[in-house]
């Protein structure tokens, strides 16, 4: 395992934000599947997606890696489903209007 991952394993809770943002190498799904699978039954994970679980399969370039995966997070899982508008675009400033160029009437 390497030193990198040793780090992800330890935390009572790993929260992994905006996963499946885009596919991932080889490289990555490995790594994402030493992480799900040592943190089995041992420790919390959150995990945000703006895609449905049922789409995270083809995140992986192995289906056979990417079901495993998936049945070890699905195992005791609390799947919530948050709907409606982002907070982001909520919280965001305000714009105001522009002023009047300098030199216009």
Excluded: C
């Excluded at 945000?48 to 997070?73: C, E, G, H, Y």
Aim: glycine share 4%.
């Amino acid at each position: 395992m390497g030193e990198t991952n040793k780090k992800y394993l330890h935390p009572d809770l790993l929260i992994i934000d905006d996963f499946g943002l885009a596919a991932m190498t080889q490289a990555q799904a490995e790594d994402f599947y030493e992480i799900v699978s040592e943190r089995h039954l041992n420790s919390s994970l959150v995990i945000t997606s703006n895609r449905p679980p049922q789409d995270w399969i083809t995140l992986f370039p192995d289906p056979v890696m990417a079901n495993s995966a998936l049945d070890r997070l699905s195992h005791h899982a609390h799947h919530l489903i948050m709907e409606g508008e982002s907070y982001r675009k909520k919280l965001k400033p305000k714009t105001t209007n522009p002023s009047t160029p300098k030199g216009a009437s």
